[in-house]
């Protein structure tokens, strides 16, 4: 299965014949130019911020989660569903991400999509997502707090 194009690759493939060839040259090396993610370990997927943001906005963040995963897919994912595909792993962080804290910037890396996909291809995060699936909610607030996504952590 093709990953996602990102907002820049879409926006580099959009021109029109005008466009000078060292412009597309430039992008074609954006594109051909593969992000390498850090290699998770144990220690990055404990690593959190207490008290990200107040216990009710990870509330009302972790529920429109959910109700983006049941309404996108129609029905709750398995914890081997989540373990067995990048693209569901994906679809979290991505969900995640939307709900990042607003008053730390995320670091640039985790706007792309496409950094999204090749970080979930990492089996320690599709296991960690699994394996606290069955708390649900306290999945999103455990995956949003993590300090590997926000700058200056």
């Known amino acids: 299965m093709s990953k996602p194009e990102g907002l820049v690759h879409s926006a580099a493939e959009v021109s029109d014949n005008s466009v000078h060839s060292s412009q597309e040259n430039s992008s074609q090396e954006r594109r051909d130019t593969a992000w390498m993610p850090p290699k998770l370990s144990a220690g990055d997927m404990e690593y959190t911020i207490r008290k990200l943001m107040p216990l009710d906005d ?3 963040n972790n529920k429109r989660i959910f109700d983006n995963i049941i309404t996108l897919r129609g029905t709750c994912p398995s914890p081997e569903d989540i373990i067995n595909n990048v693209d569901t792993a994906t679809c979290f962080l991505l969900l995640v991400m939307w709900t990042a804290a ?6 640039p890396e985790w706007r792309n999509l496409d950094n999204l996909h090749t970080v979930a291809e990492q ?3 599709r296991r960690f997502l699994a394996e606290h699936w069955q708390m649900r909610f306290k999945t999103f607030m455990r995956m949003r707090s993590l300090g590997l996504w926000y700058q200056g952590y």
């Open 102 to 107: 607003p008053n730390i910037p995320l670091k």
């Open 123 to 125: 089996e320690i995060l």
């Open 58 to 60: 990870h509330r009302r």
